[in-house]
C-alpha cells in the first residue's frame, strides 16, 4: 500500500511540475489559470494512475494500450473542466482541447521517457 502511495504522489507532482512548465511555455497566465490546472490534475491524476494499474494488471490490455485508454479519458475530462473554468481573457485564442491535449502529450511523453531507463 505504500508504494502505490508514493507511486500516486510521486505521478501527481511530476505532472503539476511538467504541465505547469508547459502551460507557461504556451503562454498560458494568470494565477487563476495555474490554480486551475492544478485541482484538475490533483482530481484526474490520481484517478488516472489507479485506473491504469487496474487495467494493466486485471485485463488483458497490453500497457501501452492500458496507457493509452487512461489518457484518452484525462484528455476529456480535462478538456470539459478545462472549458468550464478557464478564464478566457488571460488566454486569448486558447482552446482548451487543444490545452488539453498538449499538457497531457507533454506529461505522459515525459513519463514514458523517464521510464526508458527501468525498461532496459
Given at each position: 500500500?505504500?508504494?502505490?502511495l508514493?507511486?500516486?504522489?510521486?505521478?501527481?507532482?511530476?505532472t503539476?511540475?511538467?504541465?505547469?512548465?508547459?502551460?507557461y511555455?504556451?503562454?498560458?497566465?494568470?494565477k487563476?489559470?495555474?490554480?486551475?490546472?492544478?485541482?484538475?490534475?490533483?482530481?484526474t491524476?490520481?484517478?488516472?494512475?489507479?485506473?491504469?494499474?487496474?487495467?494493466?494488471?486485471?485485463?488483458?490490455?497490453?500497457?501501452?494500450?492500458?496507457?493509452?485508454?487512461v489518457?484518452?479519458?484525462?484528455?476529456?475530462?480535462?478538456?470539459?473542466?478545462?472549458?468550464a473554468?478557464?478564464?478566457?481573457?488571460?488566454?486569448?485564442?486558447?482552446?482548451p482541447?487543444?490545452?488539453?491535449?498538449?499538457?497531457?502529450?507533454?506529461?505522459?511523453?515525459?513519463?514514458?521517457?523517464l521510464?526508458?531507463?527501468?525498461q532496459i
Amino acid at each position: 500500500m505504500t508504494e502505490i502511495l508514493q507511486n500516486l504522489f510521486l505521478s501527481w507532482l511530476l505532472t503539476i511540475l511538467i504541465e505547469s512548465i508547459t502551460a507557461y511555455v504556451i503562454g498560458i497566465r494568470g494565477k487563476k489559470n495555474y490554480i486551475l490546472l492544478f485541482l484538475v490534475n490533483t482530481a484526474t491524476n490520481p484517478a488516472a494512475v489507479l485506473l491504469y494499474l487496474f487495467l494493466y494488471g486485471f485485463t488483458p490490455l497490453p500497457d501501452f494500450f492500458a496507457q493509452i485508454c487512461v489518457e484518452l479519458l484525462v484528455f476529456a475530462a480535462e478538456g470539459l473542466l478545462f472549458r468550464a473554468s478557464m478564464d478566457a481573457e488571460e488566454i486569448p485564442g486558447r482552446s482548451p482541447w487543444k490545452m488539453s491535449a498538449v499538457l497531457n502529450l507533454v506529461s505522459w511523453g515525459t513519463g514514458v521517457l523517464l521510464s526508458l531507463p527501468s525498461q532496459i
